[in-house]
């Protein structure tokens, strides 16, 4: 089986800082993990994916998130937030293997304040 | 391309009627997929298609049937409409499964309300 836990339903930053979302995950092999926004009224979006090298994978509209395998986490980043960041962010994870099922998140609303 | 395309937007159905939801993609891409997403939670598939003909269960199929007749259409079908599948239902797309060198991109989703 595999999961993926979002322990925050919300978070509020202030334009400018720095923001983080976090994200862990548990499944047995080697994961693949990914990060997709969704905007009201819209599909997901897909921002980054982690699959296997460099822990710290960069993402589009300046994203990047770190994948920690001890940690078993794969938290999302940026150095500095929009109020264009607001959001629902979701995190999702397949393992190595299944190829086909994405397991998401519950999902993480962002919301930067100007 | 128009990508993923969802017709309707939003419908609202009575107990035990029947509806189908379409789901269209002009990127040739394999892979296709029918979500729900329930308030506060995460997406769940329902069914997905790996190319034309052929089709298979996601995490809570029960309720919902699918069919894949050509590489572009993927429609879901709803046979008894019950409350409890109320829920934005989303039609996503991959060239290939996941994770490989592609993504899945979404359609912009249907809300259905059951009344």
């Known amino acids: 089986a595999q999961s993926v836990a979002q322990p925050e339903d919300q978070v509020n930053v202030a334009e400018g800082n720095p923001l983080t979302v976090k994200c862990t995950y548990s499944?047995?092999?080697?994961?693949?993990l990914f990060w997709y926004v969704q905007y009201p009224n819209r599909g997901l979006q897909f921002l980054l994916k982690y699959i296997t090298g460099d822990n710290l994978v960069k993402g589009s509209y300046g994203f990047e998130a770190e994948f920690n395998k001890s940690q078993t986490s794969f938290h999302l980043k940026k150095p500095s937030a929009l109020v264009s960041d607001s959001a629902l962010y979701f995190c999702a994870v397949v393992r190595s293997g299944s190829a086909r099922q994405l397991t998401f998140g519950s999902g993480t609303q962002l919301t930067v304040l100007p | 391309n128009a990508g993923v395309t969802q017709t309707p937007k939003f419908r609202i159905l009575k107990i035990g009627q029947s509806m189908t939801l379409q789901c269209a993609q002009d990127m040739n891409h394999n892979y296709m997929y029918w979500y729900r997403q329930d308030p506060g939670m995460g997406l769940k598939l329902i069914y997905y298609?790996?190319?034309?003909?052929?089709?298979d269960k996601g995490e809570v199929p029960n309720g919902y049937n699918v069919s894949r007749s050509t590489t572009e259409d993927f429609p879901l079908r709803l046979e008894l409409a019950a409350p409890s599948q109320t829920s934005v239902y989303f039609c996503a797309s991959s060239y290939s499964p996941p994770p490989g060198t592609d993504t899945q991109y979404f359609g912009p989703g249907t809300r259905l309300t059951v009344l």
């Open positions: 499944v047995s092999g080697n994961p693949y």
């Open positions: 298609s790996v190319g034309a003909g052929i089709t």
